[in-house]
């Protein structure tokens, strides 16, 4: 599903070359940055702005495999 990058850093396990981008969560929302040059700098999205992102994934996937869903919820 996904693993731990350290320092809360998360990345799909899917992405075996590291070609992907990693999540943290923290008080106030999400951030996200490429996995390949973690130091380039990260974006930062607020609780509600995530929530919508993530259902407006779920809604153009048709909500995906009971995998997917559970992977999505693992970010909320």
Avoid: Q
């Avoid at 350290?6 to 951030?31: F, I, L, P, Q």
């Avoid at 974006?43 to 929530?51: E, G, I, N, T, Y």
């Amino acid at each position: 599903m996904s693993l731990s990058v350290g320092s809360g850093w998360r990345t799909s396990s899917h992405s075996a070359d590291k070609a992907c981008v990693e999540v943290r969560r923290d008080a106030d929302g999400v951030s996200v940055r490429e996995s390949r040059r973690p130091s380039a700098g990260e974006l930062h999205f607020p609780d509600a702005v995530w929530r919508r992102f993530i259902a407006g994934v779920k809604e153009r996937s048709g909500g995906g495999s009971p995998e997917a869903r559970d992977r999505v919820a693992d970010h909320r």
